[in-house]
């Protein structure tokens, strides 16, 4: 198991410091040549969210319910095997991991509050409605004697 050099940040002063992720390499699927057999170029990132001292309490919670669906025993699993050198897919894993906490832990959007459509929006539109009704009518061949 490898370490990445310093603290992932996730947002403003909050990081997830080195000692709670855990790196796994292997082997990359798919095709390549005579080098692709001997080095574990795909990365597999594991941060245990449940049991987790870094993130702040209101932040936790919101996590885990919003990634409810993407943990196995509270631990959250990213992998990155798009390049050929294991560095730059530690880097893919490590910036994945970071932006998945940060949208999982942003706060949630102010409700919605609905606004009246104003009147002279909808006497437009229903003058345009009338206006498109009489050209239509217009075409008929009524008239054409």
Known sequence: MGVMSGPLVIRGSVSVPEAELLWRFSRSSGPGGQHVNTTDSQVELRFDLAATQSLPAAWKERALDRLAGRLVDGVLVVRASEHRSQWRNR?????????LLAQATAPPPKPRRPTKVPRGINERRLRGKRERGEIKRGRSGRGWD
Not at 91 to 99: G, I, K, P
């Open 91 to 99: 880097e893919t894993a490590a910036v994945r991991l970071a932006s």
